[in-house]
């Protein structure tokens, strides 16, 4: 009796065992039906994708991946573009369980002529994709673009740079799309041969909604280095917080209009917060920062050292909400209002030294005895400071970009999405 239970047990470990074995050898650290590839400049598609036999090609490796998949670029220069044109871009189903195309962890991957998303040729629509970790550059366009129907799309942690046009692009038909932790500079001056001048470009031209433009650092641009402006298409539920905008508005002396360091005005419910900008000093530099149209608001900021105004409000704007900032140092009026109807203008800091600890080497956080220290209100969508250190330090919030205080703890920024921690392979 014991022996006929024995076999069947053996043969029941004889069934199973393949089947365990095969689930093995596909799980990784993504979950049960997520997988890892590889591409390298000196791989060959004909491969299978894995860490010491990687795919050549991008586009061999976007061919494969499913949802929750990663794309590993290891270290090199892709001169393939990314972009539907080329090669069928995939989509995740959710931010859970999105397609991630990153450079290997430790190493530079460049991506030589930009990315370009947006309808694939067969209709499908790209969706939940993350781009991270790259050096991604173009001498003929856009660096980054997201147009079409695209969606939920995410550039993170990437050196950014276009040699001829804006560097980064969302068109007003786009929602969702999100640049965090990214450097955005050097757009290049531009000719424009139907208006016989130069013009600048400009770090981010966003024209859609529900974007979320955080933690950048945004500079040497030569028009604005945000332009968030949707025309005829309003630009809606924006969120433009934490980021080091400076010395943009660069130009050869020969630009068509003024422009500045970021300029809102369209759409509505538009959010501009705990951001620093400074350094916009070119002949041609007007606002520091611009507020216009509807519901749109600015808290928290530190705007310093620029040639013009530092911060204006359009003619028949409604809404507007200017609340907690530092305005100092500007070359004109710090705040200047050309007709807004009943905006809100509290608890500011304006032409009053604010005691910067160290304003020449653009350290913009506070001495102790800063009249920006518990000068502020609590406003419920600002809780940290730029640097994540939570609000309110002392009695009240203070003014301004940084919370002081000696006590004062970062608080760690969410893991990002889709984090894997692997062992470099020789």
């Known amino acids: 009796m014991h022996q006929g239970l024995d076999v069947v047990r053996q043969f029941a470990w004889s069934v199973l065992l393949p089947v365990i074995l095969c689930l093995g050898s596909v799980w990784s650290p993504n979950g049960a039906n997520a997988t890892e590839y590889y591409v390298g400049t000196t791989g060959n598609d004909a491969n299978p994708g894995g860490p010491s036999q990687p795919f050549q090609t991008i586009q061999k490796g976007m061919s494969v991946l499913q949802p929750g998949d990663t794309l590993y670029l290891r270290q090199g220069t892709y001169t393939e573009k990314i972009d539907p044109n080329y090669m069928t871009l995939p989509s ?14 430790g190493e530079k991957a460049t991506i030589r002529n930009g990315i370009n998303i947006q309808d694939n040729g067969n209709s499908s629509i790209p969706a939940y994709l993350i781009f991270d970790n790259f050096i991604v550059r173009n001498s003929d366009a856009n660096a980054f673009r997201v147009g079409g129907n695209a969606h939920h799309i995410r550039l993170s ?35 424009v041969p139907e208006w016989g001048v130069s013009t600048g470009t400009y770090g981010l031209y966003i024209n859609g909604n529900n974007m979320l433009i955080d933690g950048n650092r945004i500079y040497n641009n030569t028009g604005y280095g945000i332009h968030l402006y949707g025309g005829i298409n309003a630009a809606s539920n924006n969120i433009v917080r934490n980021n080091s905008i400076y010395n943009n508005c660069l130009n050869d002396g020969t630009r068509s209009q003024a422009a500045g360091g970021v300029i809102i005005t369209s759409g509505s419910n538009n959010s501009f917060y705990n951001n620093l900008v400074y350094n916009h000093t070119g002949s041609f530099c007007g606002p520091a920062v611009s507020l216009g149209y509807a519901d749109n608001s600015a808290y928290n900021n530190t705007i310093y050292g620029n040639k013009g105004f530092g911060l204006e409000l359009g003619a028949s704007t409604t809404g ?6 530092i305005l100092y140092g500007n070359g004109r009026n710090s705040v200047v209002d050309w007709g807004s109807i009943n905006p809100v203008i509290d608890h500011n800091l304006i032409d009053v030294n604010p005691q910067f600890v160290n304003a020449a080497a653009n350290d913009f956080s506070l001495q102790a005895g800063s009249p920006a220290i518990d000068a502020g209100v609590a406003i419920s969508l600002v809780t940290t400071d730029i640097k994540g250190v939570s609000r309110p330090q002392g009695a009240a919030y203070d003014v301004g970009t940084y919370e002081y205080g000696t006590g004062a703890k970062s608080t760690p920024r969410p893991t990002p999405r889709n984090l894997r921690l692997l062992p470099v392979s020789p």
């Open 157 to 191: 942690n990437s050196d950014v740079q276009s040699g001829r046009t804006n560097t980064i692009s969302i068109a007003y038909t786009t929602s969702d799309v999100q640049v965090i932790n990214c450097d955005i500079h050097d757009s290049p001056v531009e000719f």
């Open 92 to 105: 995740g189903t959710s931010w859970s369980n999105a397609i991630t195309i990153a450079g290997y962890p």
């Open 320 to 325: 507007m909400i200017v609340r907690n900032n």
